[in-house]
């Protein structure tokens, strides 16, 4: 081995090819699956546990129009305080993401009961009728004031206890269209009345 190269590698195992600071602290401020997802009762106050993956949370009728389940989240990584959300549904059978698609907020994370947390944030579902009983699965970022982002995801069965179905449309709502949610009809919205 010539000498640069012998030089070169016994400076690189003595730390000078680690990355520079700034580097190390951008990953240390990026931790996967510290975030967990949970459910909230009906008041969307408490913690209702989904590490079981096989939950069940009853979809409510709101003044969205439609449905919502909620949805609650804590992580021990988290500053209380500000926190910028992000967060997608996706039926695990077919991997089509549920309407409405991506809900982005900044909300408040409470200090007490630890972890930081945060309970009741409403997951928006238009077609309740055409996902209830599928099991659905939540991701979701957040982001504290300190820069420091966690991910993560659950599981859950929502059920339409609440809801009246008649077919796939929304309850009190017969204007609007439903997506199939089947594999490889991703981007097909029909009527309702015609599913």
């Given at each position: ?166 077919g796939a449309e929304a309850p009190g709502d017969t204007c609007i269209k439903c997506p199939a949610y089947d594999v ?12």
């Amino acid at each position: 081995m010539p000498r640069f190269g012998a030089l070169g590698l016994l400076l690189c195992l003595l730390g000078a090819c680690s990355p520079t600071s700034e580097e190390a602290d951008a990953d240390a401020n990026v931790e996967e699956h510290l975030l967990e997802l949970g459910g909230s009762d009906n008041s969307g106050k408490t913690w209702v546990d989904w590490s079981s993956g096989d939950a069940e949370a009853e979809m409510q009728p709101g003044p969205q129009g439609c449905c919502h389940v909620w949805v609650s989240m804590r992580s021990p990584a988290l500053k209380p305080g500000k926190v910028k959300l992000s967060m997608e549904m996706f039926l695990v059978d077919s991997g089509v993401r549920v309407l409405r698609g991506e809900l982005k907020l900044t909300s408040q994370f409470k200090a007490e009961p630890a972890p930081a947390h945060l309970f009741g944030v409403p997951g928006f579902i238009d077609c309740p009728c055409a996902v209830g009983g599928r099991l659905l699965r939540v991701q979701a970022t957040a982001t504290d004031a300190n820069g420091t982002q966690v991910k993560g995801e659950g599981t859950f069965t929502p059920s339409v206890s609440a809801v009246t179905c008649t077919g796939a449309e929304a309850p009190g709502d017969t204007c609007i269209k439903c997506p199939a949610y089947d594999v490889g009809q991703a981007n097909s919205i029909v009527p309702c009345d015609k599913q």
